[in-house]
Structure formats: C-alpha cells, structure tokens
C-alpha cells in the first residue's frame, strides 16, 4: 500500500476528509488541488494562466538589461550551439543578469516548446473537469435528491394527491393512463368529468368531490363511514386524501378489505415506477413501489399535520407502511401511480380545501363512473404479476399453514391404523379364556376326581425326612411372605406341614416382614386344640430387619428401637432348630439365603413355594444350601388328598392342547408362505 | 340385617367378577376393581408402616431423651426430613443424603450376599459334582454322575456364553464363528428348557389361583340354589 | 450422592467384614436403614396420594378412578388408625377386598397366557430357544398331568428325575450371570462410577 492511500485530503470548501486520489470534495463537489503539481508553478492559489506567464516573459524579453548581450551573443552561438548557446550566453550573462533570472529564461524557453504542451493539457484538463464536474454534479444532485425524497417520505408517510398533472382538457394524468388502458369506459369518464368540470370545477375541493374522487380511484369498497379506514393504509408512494366522511356518506362507499397477501414490506423508493399498473389501495399486487407523491402544494405546512395523522393511524395498525411525502421535480412525471392510501383525518378534508389546483373534483353523479372505474382497477389488479418479496411471503404462509395443521392435529390420532383395535385378536383371546374357564368349572361341578400320580419329588422327600427328625419342644422359625393371590396354594401345601409338626410337639414362631400376612397368615397357625397360641410377630424393615436381628447385637448403652419391637431381639436365629419359609417368591428365599442363612450356616432351611419357585429354587437345594422345599405339586401321597385335582388336570390339559396348536398354526403359515413363495417363483 | 360373612362373600363375588369382565375388554368395572384394590393395599401399608413402624422405633425413643438412643434416634428423624423435603420441592438436593446413604448400604450388602449366597455355593457346586467320591462308585466310574456332571459343566458355561456372545454379536457386524453360534445354541436349549419349565410354574400358579377363584363362586351360587 | 453412596457402602463393607468388633454399630446403621425405608415407602405413598388429588382437582380424564382410589385409601387408612391395625373386623373387611381381588387378577393371568401360548410360535418364530421352550412346556405340562403311575416304574422314575433336573442347568447358568451383574453394578456404585440417564 502506498503511504499515499493512508492520507487524506481536506476540502477547503466544507472541510470533509477525502482521499488523496480524489479530484472533487465527496461532500460538496468542490474541486480539490491537483495530485501532481509542477515545479515552481503556483499551486496554492489560482492555476498560474498562460497569459500571465507570457507577460511575465514579454517583460523579461523587453528587459533593457537583458536586449543587448542576448542579442548579440544569440547570434554568435546560436548556429553551433541552439541549445547549449543559451546556456553559454546566460553563463556570459550571469555576471550581468540575476541567476534566477537566467533560469526562468531557461525554463522559458523549454517550456515555450513544451508550453503548448502544457497548455493544452491544461486545456484539456480544464475541459475534462468542466465535463466531469458537470457529470458529478449531476449525479450528485441526483443522489441529494433521492436521499431528500427518502427521508421527507419517512418523515411524513402521507400520501399526497396529484395536484398538477393534468393535461390540457384538465384531466388528470391518472385518469387518462386508465382510459388508455380501458377505452370502452372513456366517454363515461370523460363525460363525468366534463360534467364535473362544467359544474363545479372550481378551485376548492367539497366533501363530496373528495369522496366521489376516492371512490374513483380506489373502488366500490371504500366506505370510510362503517370501518377504519386505516385498515385499508399500504404503502403506496401517492397518498390519497381521504375526505372527512360523514355517516349519510358513507353508506355508499364500501367497506374496504385487507387482502390476505397484504405486506408490511415498505416500496423500493428508488426503483422506477411503472405508470401502466393501476392501483388499488390495499391491494398490495397493485402497488407501484417506484412512484413516489405527487406534487400537490407540498410545501403547505397543512400537509405534515396531514402526514402525522396519517403516522398515527399506521401505528395503529401497526402497518409500517410508508408514504412517499417527498416530492421532487424529477418524479412529478412518474406520479401517476394509481395506488392511493386512505387516511382518516379529520383535518384532511379541511386542509384539501384550502388547496388550489387539485385533481377535478367529481360529484355524486360520476359515481357510476367511478364505479366503472373501480372495476378497471380491480381488472387490471388480477394482471399484475407478483413481486418477489411477495412470493416468500407467500412461501412462508404456506410454512405457517402446515404448522398450524401440525398443532391443531396435537393429541389427536393421527394415524389411526396404530389405534385400530384387533377386534379378531380379542376375540380369539375371549374363546380361549372362555374354553379353559368351561373347563375348570365343569371339572370343579363335577367334583374332586381321580387321585394325581404324581412322584415324590427329591426335595419334597428331604424336607419330610427333615421335619420327621424334628423333636418335640424344639422352635421352628417359620418367616411368611407370600400374597393373597397365592395363598390358597401356598396354604394347601404348607398347612399339612405345619399340622404335622405341631403334632410332633414342635414349638412354632411365626414371624413376617409384609403386612398382609398378619392376617393372612392365621390360617396357618396351629390348630388351638393343639393347645398352642401363637401370634404372628410383624418384623419391621423386611430383610433389613432380619439381618438387624441375625447379624447384629445389641449396644452396650441400651437397646436399639427393633430391638424393643421385636420380642427376643436380636436372638431371633440363636435359639431356633429350622428356620422354614413359605413365600411365593424365589427372590426372597435367595435373599434369605445370601443375608441371613451365612450368618447361622449350620441352622437348616426348608422352603416352601409355589409351582412358579421351582425351577429357580432347585439350584439351592442342590448346592446344599436348602435342605428341602416343597413347591407345585410335589407329588406323594399328600397330592391325594388335595382337592381340585380334576380342575387342575383339565387345566393342564387344555395348555398342553394350546401349545400345540400352536405350533400347527405356525407350521400351516409357514407352508402357506412357502407355496406361495414357489407359486410368485 | 344381613350376615355380615355373606356380605362379605357377596362383595368378594362381585369384585371377583368384576376382575374377569376384564376378558370382555377393559372397562369401567375392572378399573374400579384395580383401583379398590389399590387403595385398600396402599391404606393398609400406610396403616402398618405407621403404627408398628414410624412410632415405635423414630418418635417413641425420643421420649429416653437425651439419653444415647434418644440422640441416635434424631439421625433418622433428619434423613427422614431431608427425604420429605423431595416431596415439595422438584429439585432438591438434600433428598441425595438419606438415599445415597441407602444405595451404599444397600450395595454394600448385595456383594456381601451374592459372593457369599449365590456365586461362592453354585460355583463350588459344580465343582464339588466332579468329587470323585460321586463319580466313582465301587472302584468303577459312575457314568450318570459323570455326565451328570459335565453337562452341568457344560450347559453353565453354555448359558453364559450366550448372553455374552449375543450382546457381542448385537453390537459388532462382524459375522460370529460357526463354532461360536454352535455353543451359544447349546446354551440357548437349556435356558429354552428352564423358561418352559417356568412358564409351567407359572401357569400352574396362576390355574391354582383361578380354580380358588371359580370355587369361590360356585360355592356362592350353590347356596342359593 | 454418588460420594455419599460410596463412603457408607464401603464402611458397611468393612463393617460386615469385621463383624465381630462393629456388630452394634451395624446394628444401629441398620436400624436407621430400617426407618429410613419406611419413610421411603411412605413418601411413595403420599405422593401416590397427592398425584390423584390432582387428577381430581384438575377433573383429569379418568378422575373417577381417582376418586374410587381417594375413597378406598382415606377409608383403610382412617379406620385403621383409629381402630388399630390388629382390630378383627378391620381386617375382615381388609380382608374379604384383598384376597379375592387378588386371587381372581392371579386367575385372569392363566387365561391370558393361553392365548399367549398360541402365538408365542407365531410371534417369536422357529428358533433354538422358542423349539426348546416349546418341547420343554409339553413335556413338564405332561408330567404335572399325573395321569401315569410314573412313580411306579424304576425306569420311569430315574428318567422323569432327570428330566427334571435339566432345568437345573439353565436356572444356574442364569443365577451365576445374574449375580455376576449385580456385583460389578453394586461396586461401580462403590467406587462412585454410576451411570447417570441423560
């Protein structure tokens, strides 16, 4: 980078900081000094004229000290030496004439060859800045100008009417453009307007020209009267003024409607209008982005109070539109925008009186004529094409319409093929159950049965090796924890057991960690004809507790709290023989056997379960750590006399037939599959 | 006034009834049963919790105050704020010091258990089914002990190397050996036999469960019949 | 947490390990343990309780439920406080709702697994575990059936005790990997490594 390009110039004009390359001031237009300068040519002031360099040589030549040496010494040497012959001849002379003399003589004459040069580059130079100044001038008015436009547009946001386009019969230029486009309707308008002109035509705007004006150019919705009319306020760059409406006037004026693709997107103000698109207020596909307002009296103080209104109801429809207020000489002719926005002032009207020159001004009679002229509009507003932005605008309503879809279908069934009910499936499901329930019912009505020859499983045997060795006034532990659900099979296989032991004389504790088998479990308890009362002790904690009472002793400071609610405290195993479960679940029996049964290895377990336990529990029994168990059916001569056995070979029986039809439906599918597999084949 | 062991039966009859139309579709009655029977179990449980659990051993030992009981019985009484203090507010911390100190007791036991209740004895059984005094019977080899044995031996190791080689095969595209599907398919036939043999289990249960049931009923039909 | 869980988790250890010497101290830690799950199981409770208030404050889809919940609860719980949990006719009445409720929901169990039965093959497919599942089924389906004098003939016998036994085989497998899960599970909680759900 050149240091040069870090500098910069100041304008001697406005003072504004411009680069150093630049020739004219960026803020005003003035000339800046020129980037390269000559030697000993005056820069700072003026550019030193041809013609005063001339004189300033002519009176060098007539210098008398300087005639007579120059002459005489030119004419020796200046056939040998043209050029160094100067130079001789101003040495001869230089103890005569001053030194800087000798050097302008010099420079003179170089630069007489080269004068020419320079002037005429200076000439041109003079020419080209004239031309470049006129052009920068005139792009630089044009800038100024437009920028002007745009803010006296954002600060006013009125529409203004077009005052001075009309032609020479005093139509304006607007309606002309329509009549152009639609010459069947000109006689109609042309004769409203010659009558309106006839009649009234007159400097001063009445309220029912003003209004008559509107409907012509907006349309049969207009009716200021019934509804806002800021609804109807767009961007438009030809406000139209809207007339102070009374009630009786507005009935026929319609109600003017925002159309649905209506933006709040402002008008390009600089692009050029297009005059042949007529416009309809409201109707954002008739706007005409580039025209800008007319030029109607803008400089009457009336219009910014006109334009502040017309600010306020935008805000109050909180549509920032905007209003080209501006005006400028250069859009005047492109006004013919036939989009107009309606404002609902009240000091409108009387300040439209007050203009002179305004639009012809049409009476109720050219009410059909304005009607004719607002269906033009209409016409012509479907044969608009859309601007871009409207077309995103469009795309991100149809977003917004497949979101609202998607929300209003929240907790709905979407897809209802995932919420269709298998009726055929409920209905296989209903036959089966009602199957096995005929079953069991007509096997229970029918009676107990044939006696179940079932073997003595290994440990059904070991436990009842184990309880026959039980003597009489030792203790047997027995923990309960089983459900109500299961209590009629865990009480047909525990009850004979217990019934047997007691018989033996053989003590019994009953102790349980779960609440229901507080009451549950009475049906266990010793008959009282045995002549023993026990009482169902509830341990609180569940394992927890019996691992306090197991592996914990007592303080040396007093008693912990378990050990106050539990009788004996924590020498509930120490004085027991056997410890006996009955639970329904093989979980719990693990659990025993992992916390409490290491703690006293040597006491023995029995166990006594449900069907469901068996297979879970056997592992135990095999690795010794259960002495025995009953669980199901474990066959013997006890199974005898267990009721229901008909009922439970039914049971069986019916699941067995299941399962096999089972595996004959899968078979028959998978043949069907395969034969169609060979008939696609 | 009626007997109040038959109003009784009548209302079991009726809430057993009420559990079966279950088989017509879920409805309204089978709803009410459910949550009757949540209701009874959950108030009872509260009932026991608080009489035989709550007072005697967090509020009752107070009374000894300021004796050692008394003070080590605060200790409970400040988890067990801390824990209510979960209950009105979502995010609380404090609710972290009574269960972390649960979920480390709690952990601390099932490693205590399990190697000593569960890991320790069936490992050991299977060893100990090799002892020679079960494989040998009279100078001569039990062979049903012995292939007892082995596929014990066998069908352990077979199982758990399914569960292995299946959450492998689930996680690596790679295909598995042949030998490897072939062991693993020996472990699924045992566990394919032990979960029949469950399902029996279950089924026996549940028929034993029913058949009490339908008794109930019957027995209430034939007395008015 | 995750520190507190592994400090009292590792001093519990050790004090199980030297029972002997910390038995009183595992005594009252366990005590504690013990009211602590209590009160658990109560908040539980409560929470339960207050869930269907809301339900019915709310008028929530399904209030009625609620309502019948509400009842019950209020009703088991009023009067066993204030007749006692040991009262004869409270737990007659605890009684005659529980057990045949119970009973029959165990019961409606077995007719749902026979439509289970008919489409486990169908659903699952051939495979190793569902043919063995399947075989298995049949035969301790037959065996409970009870209809032949197995325990009369030795042969039978010996066969049908084998038979017997296969569950032995997978029930350990299955128990030794469960507990083998457990333990690297309770000492991750240990050594404080648990996974958090994110």
């Given at each position: ?141 044009e800038v100024?100008q437009r920028i002007r436009e745009q803010s006296e547009k954002e600060r006013k946001k009125?529409r ?75 961007s438009s760059d030809n406000p ?25 997107i402002p008008d390009d103000d600089f692009d050029e209008p ?13 706007l005409d982005k580039d025209e800008d307002p ?27 539109t905007d209003f080209e207020g501006g005006e400028s000489?250069k859009h005047?002719?492109e006004e013919?925008k ?344 | ?225 | ?198």
């Amino acid at each position: 980078m050149s240091e040069l390009a870090d500098q910069l110039r100041t304008c001697p004009n406005c003072g504004q900081q411009n680069a150093m390359h630049s020739l004219k001031c960026i803020r005003c237009g003035e000339v800046l000094e020129d980037l390269f300068a000559f030697d000993d040519i005056d820069t700072d002031g003026e550019e030193p004229t041809p013609e005063s360099i001339s004189d300033v040589l002519a009176s060098l030549n007539e210098n008398i000290l300087l005639t007579d040496q120059t002459e005489s010494e030119s004419s020796e040497t200046a056939e040998d030496q043209p050029n160094g012959g100067d130079e001789e001849r101003r040495s001869g002379d230089a103890s005569q004439t001053p030194g800087w003399l000798e050097r302008v003589r010099e420079r003179t004459r170089e630069e007489d060859s080269s004068g020419e040069m320079v002037k005429g580059g200076q000439a041109m130079d003079k020419h080209r800045s004239a031309g470049e100044r006129s052009q920068v001038d005139q792009a630089f008015d044009e800038v100024i100008q437009r920028i002007r436009e745009q803010s006296e547009k954002e600060r006013k946001k009125t529409r203004k009417m077009e005052t001075d386009l009309v032609d020479e019969n005093g139509v304006p230029e607007w309606l002309r453009r329509i009549r152009e486009l639609h010459p069947a309707h000109e006689q109609d308008t042309e004769q409203v307007l010659t009558s309106s002109q006839e009649e009234s035509f007159d400097d001063e705007w009445t309220d029912e020209e003003l209004q008559e004006l509107l409907r012509r150019e907006i349309g049969d919705e207009y009716n200021p009267g019934e509804q806002p009319v800021y609804n109807n306020l767009t961007s438009s760059d030809n406000p139209e003024i809207a007339d102070d409406q009374s009630e009786e006037e507005s009935g026929f004026l319609p109600i003017y409607e925002i159309p649905e693709d209506f933006h709040n997107i402002p008008d390009d103000d600089f692009d050029e209008p297009d005059n042949t698109k007529p416009t309809k207020p409201g109707n954002p596909e008739l706007l005409d982005k580039d025209e800008d307002p007319p030029e109607a009296g803008n400089k009457d103080p009336n219009i910014e109070t006109e334009s502040q209104a017309g600010v306020e109801i935008q805000h109050l429809i909180d549509n920032p539109t905007d209003f080209e207020g501006g005006e400028s000489e250069k859009h005047e002719e492109e006004e013919n925008k036939e989009e107009f926005s309606i404002i609902e002032s009240d000091t409108i009207g009387e300040e439209l009186e007050e203009q002179e020159g305004e639009l012809p001004v049409e009476t109720e009679e050219s009410e059909q004529a304005g009607d004719r002229d607002k269906k033009i509009l209409k016409s012509l507003s479907t044969e608009e094409e859309v601007v871009p932005d409207l077309l995103l605008l469009r795309d991100q309503r149809d977003r917004a319409q497949v979101l609202t879809n998607i929300i209003e279908q929240e907790g709905h069934r979407t897809i209802p093929v995932l919420h269709e009910k298998n009726r055929q499936s409920k209905l296989g499901r209903l036959i089966l159950a009602l199957l096995l329930l005929a079953g069991v019912i007509i096997s229970l009505v029918l009676g107990p049965g044939d006696n179940l020859h079932l073997p003595l499983s290994l440990p059904a045997a070991a436990l009842q090796e184990k309880t026959a060795k039980l003597q009489s006034g030792e203790v047997v532990l027995v923990v309960l924890d089983y459900q109500a659900a299961t209590s009629s099979e865990i009480e047909e296989l525990a009850k004979p057991v217990i019934d047997a032991l007691s018989y033996q004389g053989v003590s019994f504790r009953f102790v349980t960690s779960q609440p229901v088998d507080l009451w549950l479990g009475e049906e266990l308890l010793p008959s009282k004809e045995a002549g023993l009362a026990v009482k169902i002790e509830f341990i609180p904690g569940g394992l927890l507790g019996y691992l306090t009472l197991t592996a914990g002793t007592s303080p040396v400071w007093g008693m912990t709290p378990i050990e106050r609610v539990v009788s004996g405290g924590t020498k509930l195993l120490d004085e027991t023989s056997l410890v006996m479960i009955i639970s329904d679940s093989p979980d719990f029996v693990r659990n025993w056997l992992e916390q409490i049964s290491p703690w006293h290895p040597d006491l023995p377990t029995l166990a006594i379960s449900t069907s469901l336990s068996e297979a879970m529990i056997l592992p135990y029994f095999e690795s010794g750590q259960l002495s025995g168990f009953l669980a199901g059916h474990p066959g013997g001569e006890g199974q005898n006399q267990q009721a229901n056995q008909r009922a439970w070979q039914v049971g069986m029986l019916i699941m067995m037939v299941v399962l096999i039809l089972g595996m004959i439906t899968k078979a028959e599918a998978d043949a069907a599959e395969k034969d169609e597999g060979h008939n696609h084949a | 006034m009626p007997d109040l062991n038959l109003l009784l039966t009548l209302a079991g009859v009726v809430l057993s009834l009420m559990v079966f139309s279950y088989l017509l579709g879920d409805n309204l009655f089978f709803g009410i049963a459910m949550y009757i029977l949540a209701g009874v179990s959950a108030g009872y449980t509260a009932v026991v919790l608080v009489t035989k659990v709550i007072i005697p051993m967090m509020i009752m030992p107070l009374a000894d105050f300021p004796q050692i009981p008394a003070l080590l019985a605060l200790v409970p009484i400040l988890f067990s704020i801390l824990l209510l203090s979960a209950m009105f507010t979502k995010s609380s911390k404090a609710a972290g010091l009574p269960l972390g100190f649960l979920a480390g007791l709690l952990a601390a036991l099932s490693i205590a258990g399990i190697a000593r209740g569960t890991l320790a004895p069936q490992l050991l059984s299977i060893v100990n089914s090799f002892d020679p005094q079960l494989v040998v019977s009279e100078g001569l080899p039990n062979w049903t002990a012995i292939f007892q044995a082995f596929m014990m031996l066998l069908g352990v190791i077979a199982v758990l190397f399914y569960f292995h080689h299946r959450s492998k095969t689930k996680n690596s595209l790679q295909s598995p050996d042949l030998w490897l599907d072939g062991f693993s398919g020996v472990g699924q036939v045992f566990i394919g036999i032990t979960f029949g043999a469950v399902f029996v289990g279950l089924f026996g249960t549940a028929l034993s469960a029913l058949i009490a049931s339908l008794n109930r009923i019957i027995d209430f039909v034939r007395l008015w019949i | 947490m995750v520190v507190i869980a592994a400090v009292s988790g590792i001093l519990f250890l050790a004090a199980l390990f030297f029972q002997p010497i910390t038995s009183s101290y595992l005594n009252v830690v366990l005590n504690w343990a013990i009211v602590l799950t209590a009160i658990t199981l109560l908040v539980a409770i409560s929470n339960l309780v207050i869930t269907h208030l809301r339900y019915i404050a709310v008028g929530r889809r399904g209030f009625l439920f609620s309502l019948v919940f509400i009842a019950t609860f209020a009703a088991t719980f009023v009067f066993g406080i204030l007749r006692g949990s040991d009262d004869t006719q409270y737990l007659r009445w605890i009684k005659a709702i529980q057990l045949p409720l119970e009973t029959a929901l165990l019961g409606l169990l077995a007719l749902v697994m026979m439509s289970a039965a008919i489409k486990i093959f169908r659903v699952r497919g051939w495979s190793i575990l569902t043919v063995s599942f399947g075989l298995s089924a049949l035969l301790f389906l037959f065996l409970n059936l009870g209809f032949f004098p197995i325990a009369q003939n030795s042969t039978l016998f010996v066969v049908v005790t084998a038979l017997q036994k296969l569950p032995v085989v997978g029930a350990r497998g299955l128990l030794i990997g469960a507990a083998l899960g457990a333990v690297i599970a309770a000492l991750r909680v240990l050594f404080g490594q648990v996974v958090e759900n994110e």
